[in-house]
């Protein structure tokens, strides 16, 4: 079964500090990855997409890694800030045995972040 | 630019009645999803449709249906309604013929309240 992992469930950080959120997944046959963040009880905001085919993206402070081979993907954030405070979900796209993709993603759990002043 | 719309944004029902969410994909994107987003879980894949077929389905309960129709524009009927329905319903939509990496867009959700 293609499963998304996250890891930790939540996160508590000083303002100021740089951070690591992690994403596993258990079937290396994906077509790309996204990192989105949510705000409590609202729509989800696309952070970084991965192709397959990368190794990371980055934009501003976010920087993405993929490694296909151990299924892991690492989002970091630099020099967090309190506006970063949010949850952070990972999703795969998985393909199927023809190696296309019907598109659908597969979240994580998500990782609640909360920075402090 | 141009965002995924989703109507009504909030709806509140009740046990056993109906309800229809409505989704606006991004102009010129041929492929949309439902995703079901419980309080504290991650958002489930329901069905996609890609071209106004159905391309793919997850986890819809059988008092779902959808479509999407002429313009685009999909539909999520709802019946016999639980109070488990209670959940943020989001719509994404993409463009699986086109040579940029992929990428899915969300749209702001619709929050379904069943009392």
């Known amino acids: 079964k293609q499963e998304v992992t996250q890891i930790p469930a939540a996160l508590s950080v000083p303002e100021g500090e740089n951070l690591v959120l992690n994403c596993s997944f258990t079937d290396s046959a994906i077509y790309n990855l996204q990192w989105f963040r949510q705000d409590p009880g609202k729509g989800l905001t696309s952070l970084l997409l991965?192709?397959?085919?990368?190794r990371e993206q980055t934009s501003g402070r976010l920087n993405a890694s993929l490694d296909k081979s151990s299924g892991r993907s690492t989002l970091y954030i630099a020099a967090s800030q309190p506006g970063d405070s949010a949850t952070y979900l990972c999703?795969?796209?998985?393909?199927?045995?023809?190696?296309?993709?019907?598109?659908?993603?597969?979240f994580g759990q998500g990782t609640i972040l909360t920075v402090h002043p | 630019a141009a965002g995924v719309i989703q109507s009504p944004r909030h709806l509140i029902k009740e046990k056993r009645e109906t309800a229809t969410l409505k989704c606006y994909p991004i102009p010129r994107h041929d492929t949309v999803y439902w995703y079901q987003q419980g309080p504290g879980q991650d958002p489930q894949f329901l069905i996609s449709f890609y071209e106004k077929m159905q391309s793919d389905k997850g986890s819809i309960p059988d008092r779902f249906s959808a479509q999407q129709f002429s313009d685009y524009h999909s539909e999520l009927n709802m019946s016999s309604l639980e109070l488990g329905d209670s959940a943020l319903y989001f719509c994404?939509?993409?463009?699986?013929?086109?040579?940029?990496?992929?990428?899915?867009?969300f749209g702001p959700g619709t929050r379904l309240t069943v009392t």
């Open positions: 991965i192709q397959s085919s990368q």
């Open positions: 999703a795969v796209r998985f393909t199927n045995a023809g190696g296309t993709s019907y598109g659908k993603l597969t």
């Open positions: 994404a939509s993409g463009r699986i013929r086109t040579p940029l990496p992929y990428e899915q867009y």
